[in-house]
Nanobody, 124 residues
Framework: QVQLVESGGGLVQAGGSLRLSCAAS????????MGWFRQAPGKEREFVAA????????DYGDSVRGRFTISRDNAKNTVYLQMNSLKPEDTAVYYC?????????????????WGQGTQVTVSS
């Protein structure tokens, strides 16, 4: 069982930056692939970024590639999402997720555990 708690969301102006954190419980955090997704009102949950258990491989959604960076610290049981050059269209609830797999996972179906989400609002 893995419990995930996101933090770091808030209100920021367009062009600004935020760093989201996701703290995980459980001793097997380092064996999980991790991902970030987001969901805006009236829209489907969207893939943002993913990272393998080792941190060696990462992938990003097209809309955030080049602006967002995912990283993890297995010693702290934490995964991060650094978000730069934020745009109003990045406004959403951001969720982190954990999947018991060795591979990168970009679909929601590949994840076993989800956090409660943190709101990110980007003003124009």
């Amino acid at each position: 069982q893995v419990q995930l708690v996101e933090s770091g969301g808030g209100l920021v102006q367009a062009g600004g930056s935020l760093r989201l954190s996701c703290a995980a419980s459980g001793r097997t955090f380092s064996s999980y692939a991790m991902g970030w997704f987001r969901q805006a009102p009236g829209k489907e949950r969207e893939f943002v970024a993913a990272i393998t258990w080792s941190g060696d491989s990462r992938d990003y959604g097209d809309s955030v590639r080049g602006r967002f960076t995912i990283s993890r610290d297995n010693a702290k049981n934490t995964v991060y999402l650094q978000m730069n050059s934020l745009k109003p269209e990045d406004t959403a609830v951001y969720y982190c997720a954990a999947g018991a797999t060795l591979w990168l996972v970009t679909g929601t179906h590949g994840y076993d555990y989800w956090g409660q989400g943190t709101q990110v609002t980007v003003s124009s």
